[in-house]
């Protein structure tokens, strides 16, 4: 497909070559005119960066469940932003509980461990649930069916949350010993802050490592490349997409704690923008490569950060973080533009398609 | 064959639903149609049994609501009743529920059903409500809605159904703009043109600020809200360092805050809604160069007990512009009373006295256009009763004396400025006690 192109050049891709490239000459005329006028110190510029690794963070997590169930099953698993909902949401009661009981004060480090595990199961739970209930008995389905019935999962679990716990949105406690500051040169901590990057970078590094060392991992990474093969293999693949679902739900959990902590309000309607923003993160890294998961969270969340600052201060257009998701959605197009596949979407990915 | 069989019972499905919708479809709009003179009752029974000689019913532009003798009035709500914004819905509604109480929960001899639809404080939900609710003929008007957006898209619908429609809480200035607004749309809030330049006097008057930036979500209100505080605040003689806008589903606030603090403004003013605004006040805590030096200060919107739980602490100090309770009228000591006893607590937000006034207006009006037929069925022309609310003057509600302008605005606006305390957090409690008024 890519040969043909190249041989004959046709006309829509000289159009989209050129708007690609008008979208670039935009931002870095706007980053050079931003940065020109110096209106900012560099200290914002370090908080704002701080502010999209944090975010990006959180993003990845979520993305990795989108991009793991892709590279198993092939399946946009849209339900998997109320995967991230349930956990932090559930996990609210044992907060306030631990918080009200004194022991978020007194032991903030067994507190913060109890409610990332308890948010952690209940999201592993949904996952599974779905998983068996909703996907399993679609596995041989052509592939739209099981992903309407992600979407319509999404909204039954959306409505039934909102069912248990109500349409209000619930403040977390604030934790006493995550208030304080670290600053680094121009760079300036919050402990929250610095507790979600080492969390998250924990996390994926936990991940890559299952992935890449254990047996387990193998068995998934076989079950990507060829299903039927790996069958074959004597591996039992319906055990190893229930792993993948998991792992995915696991770290939305966790990363829906995260969340919870950064922004303190959760709701059972709370899964919605993240979800697509993980989406869309997992595309720009390449779907279905776990470090481009990664990747793509983390571009995804400093862009949204910086990104409007930078592309359109100087270029003197107003109130340019309404057009945050403008941006991030440009810049996903841009990408798509360069490279269909993704940052990291190389030649695995076009062998698999 | 088989698939033919199939496909030949599903055209044939499809033609019997076509045909039986074409047969229902003059049915279903009958009632609400201008009856001609000669089709006197619309109701079969009533025909039959009593109708003298020389009764004529109505007729009116818009058709005529018949209420049958035995049959309820029908009271339409359009508010935001879930949700982070509930409060202001419900509060509302509350206050319309102790109005109709204090009506012996009857109009013309005939009971007063009271229902109707959560708009969700959004355009979507406004137009969902709005086609709901104009589905079914036997309301005489709708009071909504809550936020201006919900009307601004559900309005239109409302307004071609032949609708009355009061609102208790709409503030966007460009509801009752005459180029803007829709037929038989009027509201009891006050006007932001007033509550904008309130805020704004408040800001250089009493803080003594000379810089403000302003941020708004894109929603009629907090656009229209933001930019009328702007105008102000630039015309006495303040400069606007910047006027940001964030979308309402936004949660990290933090970057749009750090741009603003590159300006060093004295002061954020952000007329938006309890979500986004909770998540403001608590993040300019967070950012560096705003810190505790700037003042913020949050309008109506954010006026309820989610606010603030959600931002906690960092609300200690701030203000807020909402109705004046102080400058309501002495039947207010009354209505607080008869909330707590039916409610169990302290109204949840600002537009709770609006409502009371707008159900109040709507019953005046139709107390005057309302056409009793011998049987004791009620007719009520829709533009007549439009006509007759267009027409209040001096009316005394709780929130003051109403007057309706050609343009909608019945509202007597007295906007105060209140300062969040502790035991507002504590509690999650609305202030009740006004920090400043204007003239002060």
Same mark, same amino acid.
């Given at each position: ?23 670039i ?5 706007g ?51 109320e ?26 480090a067994?507190? $913060?461990?109890? *409610?990332?595990?308890? #948010?952690? %199961?209940?999201? !592993?739970? @949904? ?6 209930? /909703? ?25 039934a ?68 093969s790996?069958? $074959?293999?004597? *591996?039992?693949?319906? #055990?190893? %997409?229930?792993? !993948?679902? @998991? ?6 959990? /966790? ?19 993240p ?79 | ?53 020389g009764?004529q ?11 049958g003798p ?55 939900g ?58 038989g ?59 940001e ?11 749009v ?13 952000y ?8 998540l ?19 309008a ?109 605005d ?16 504590k ?14």
């Amino acid at each position: 497909m890519l040969k043909r192109r190249r041989s004959k050049l046709e006309i829509t891709d000289i159009f989209i070559y050129a708007f690609g490239i008008f979208i670039i000459a935009i931002i870095l005329y706007g980053s050079f005119e931003t940065l020109r006028q110096g209106k900012y110190s560099a200290s914002q510029w370090a908080d704002l960066f701080v502010f999209g690794i944090t975010i990006g963070g959180i993003y990845a997590l979520i993305a990795l469940g989108y991009t793991m169930v892709y590279g198993i099953l092939q399946m946009i698993n849209f339900a998997h932003s109320e995967v991230f909902m349930a956990g932090p949401l559930t996990a609210f009661f044992l907060a306030d509980a631990l918080a009200k009981s004194g022991l978020l004060a007194t032991n903030p480090a067994i507190s $913060l461990l109890l *409610i990332f595990a308890f #948010s952690m %199961i209940v999201s !592993t739970t @949904v996952a599974v649930l779905l998983e068996r209930i /909703a996907y399993r008995p679609l596995r041989h389905a052509p592939r739209l069916v099981p992903l309407i019935t992600a979407i319509g999962a999404s909204f039954f679990l959306q409505y039934a949350f909102r069912g248990l716990f109500g349409t209000q949105f619930k403040v977390y406690p604030e934790i006493p010993a995550l208030e304080g500051v670290v600053t680094i040169g121009v760079v300036r901590l919050t402990y929250t802050q610095i507790l979600v990057m080492i969390s998250a970078a924990a996390l994926m590094i936990g991940l890559q490592a299952f992935v890449q060392r254990t047996r387990t991992g193998k068995a998934m990474r076989a079950v990507a490349e060829s299903r039927e093969s790996a069958a $074959l293999m004597g *591996i039992n693949v319906d #055990s190893i %997409i229930l792993t !993948t679902f @998991v792992l995915g739900g696991a770290l939305a959990g /966790a990363a829906g704690v995260l969340y919870a902590l950064v922004f303190t309000q959760v709701s059972f309607a709370m899964g919605f923008i993240p979800g697509i923003k993980a989406f869309t993160a997992a595309v720009l890294g390449g779907i279905g490569i776990i470090p481009g998961a990664m990747l793509g969270g983390l571009f995804l969340g400093i862009v949204e950060s910086v990104g409007p600052t930078l592309f359109l201060d100087g270029l003197n257009i107003a109130a340019p973080y309404q057009l945050k998701d403008a941006i991030a959605f440009t810049l996903l197009v841009l990408v798509l533009i360069f490279r269909p596949s993704g940052i990291m979407g190389g030649q695995t990915q076009e062998k698999k398609a | 064959m088989k698939a033919f069989n199939a496909k030949y019972v599903l055209v044939l499905l499809a033609i019997v639903a076509i045909a039986a919708l074409m047969a229902c479809a003059p049915a279903a709009v009958q009632p609400t149609a201008a009856p001609p003179t000669t089709a006197a009752q619309p109701t079969a029974a009533t025909a039959a049994t009593a109708a003298p000689a020389g009764f004529q019913p109505p007729t009116d532009a818009l058709g005529v609501v018949t209420i049958g003798p035995n049959d309820p009035v029908h009271v339409g709500y359009m508010f935001v009743t879930s949700g982070a914004d509930g409060a202001l819905g419900i509060d509302s509604r509350r206050g319309v529920e102790i109005a109709i109480d204090d009506k012996g929960g009857k109009l013309l001899d005939h009971q007063v059903k009271f229902d109707g639809q959560d708009s969700g404080c959004s355009a979507e939900g406004g137009q969902a409500a709005a086609a709901k609710l104009a589905a079914d003929n036997t309301f005489t008007v709708v009071l909504g809605s809550s936020c201006s957006s919900e009307i601004r898209a559900g309005g239109p619908t409302l307004s071609k159904a032949g609708f009355t429609v009061i609102s208790p809480s709409n503030t966007a200035p460009d509801l009752t703009d005459p180029a803007k607004r829709f037929p038989g749309y009027f509201r009891t809030a006050h006007n932001d043109k007033v509550q904008g330049a309130v805020a704004a006097k408040f800001a250089l008057e009493k803080l003594g600020v000379k810089t403000a930036a302003t941020i708004h979500d894109g929603s009629p209100y907090a656009e229209g809200l933001a930019n009328a505080f702007a105008e102000n605040f630039e015309k006495g003689g303040g400069k606007i360092t910047s006027r940001e806008a964030v979308s309402p589903t936004d949660t990290d606030f933090k970057p749009v805050l750090t741009k603003i603090a590159a300006d060093k403004p004295e002061m954020i003013f952000y007329p938006i809604f309890v979500a986004a605004g909770s998540l403001i006040t608590k993040q300019a805590k967070e950012v560096p160069g705003l810190g505790d030096s700037v003042k913020l200060m949050a309008a109506d919107g954010t006026f309820s007990p989610d606010f603030y739980k959600g931002a906690g602490d960092a609300a200690v100090g701030m203000f807020q512009s909402s109705p004046d309770f102080s400058a309501f009228t002495g039947g207010y000591a009354k209505f607080l009373e008869e909330h707590q006893a039916k409610f169990g607590e302290k109204p949840v937000s600002a537009f709770h006295a609006h409502a009371y006034d707008a159900f109040n207006i709507f019953a005046a009006a139709l107390e005057k256009v309302a056409v009793k037929g011998p049987d004791g069925t009620l007719y009520i022309g829709q533009q007549a009763l439009r006509d007759a609310v267009a027409a209040t003057k001096d009316f005394p509600g709780l929130t003051g004396t109403l007057t309706c302008d050609p343009n909608g605005d019945c509202a007597d606006p007295h906007i105060a400025v209140y300062q969040v305390g502790e035991d507002n957090v504590k509690n999650a409690v609305v202030p009740s006690q006004p920090f400043w008024k204007p003239g002060q």
